[in-house]
């Protein structure tokens, strides 16, 4: 089956590097997104990924690796605002959207 | 703000009511989906509108039915509930339907819904 696994919460301090990995097996693949969601707000897209190597946005960067299934997203210089849950999405062959679970994120002072 | 909005943002109902949710997209897209996300679970495709055709019903019991009279405006309307449907119900939209190619969904802020 396909399957989207990444952690569940993660915490770290403000001013820090934090990085959340996601594993995929997936029918195919065409891509992997990250969103992010703040408690009670919509979703919105943070990147999409689908060549293997790193992607740089300001403090938020996302890497692929292809050949393993695996990606991260890789937020620096943490501020109380990046507290939130981030999404993991692989796109399968069909381009049918799996989802993992997310991950919780909390940033301390 | 996405371009998509949601309302009402909250509800509260019981399980012999009848409410419909709402959701309207501004971002000239041709798809529209429903996805209900819980606690600690990915997020569940319900329905996918293709150019206001509905392509997808992944198994959604009956109680939940879905409406798309036009490309910009999606419904759900719900009737005899169950405790257990309580959750985020997220609207979200893309310009290239889905499973027609690779492109990003933006999502409205979603319904809070509380079956009692």
């Known amino acids: 089956g396909q399957n989207i696994d990444q952690p569940t919460e993660m915490t770290a301090t403000e001013g820090a590097i934090v990085q959340i990995n996601c594993t995929y097996q997936t029918s195919g693949f065409n891509g992997l997104f990250w969103y992010q969601q703040h408690a009670g707000e919509a979703p919105t897209f943070l990147s999409y990924?689908?060549l293997d190597g790193l992607e740089e946005k300001g403090r938020f960067s996302s890497f692929l690796s292809r050949s393993k299934g695996y990606s991260y997203l890789l937020l620096k210089e943490l501020q109380m605002k990046d507290s939130a849950s981030y999404l993991c999405a692989a796109l399968d062959s069909n381009y049918q959207l799996i989802w993992g679970a997310g991950t919780k994120l909390i940033i301390k002072p | 703000e996405t371009g998509v909005t949601q309302t009402p943002r909250h509800l509260v109902m019981g399980m012999t009511n009848k409410k419909s949710l709402k959701c309207e997209q501004h971002l000239g897209h041709n798809a529209m989906y429903w996805y209900k996300q819980s606690a600690k679970k990915p997020l569940e495709l319900m329905f996918v509108y293709n150019f206001k055709e509905q392509t997808e019903n992944n198994s959604v019991p009956s109680r939940f039915s879905p409406e798309c009279p036009n490309s910009s405006h999606l419904f759900l309307h719900l009737h005899t509930l169950q405790p257990e449907d309580s959750a985020l119900y997220l609207c979200?939209?893309?310009?290239?339907?889905?499973?027609?190619?690779?492109?990003?969904?933006?999502f409205g802020p979603g319904t809070r819904l509380t079956v009692l």
């Open positions: 979200a939209s893309s310009q290239i339907p889905r499973g027609q190619g690779t492109d990003t969904q933006y």
């Open positions: 990924n689908v």
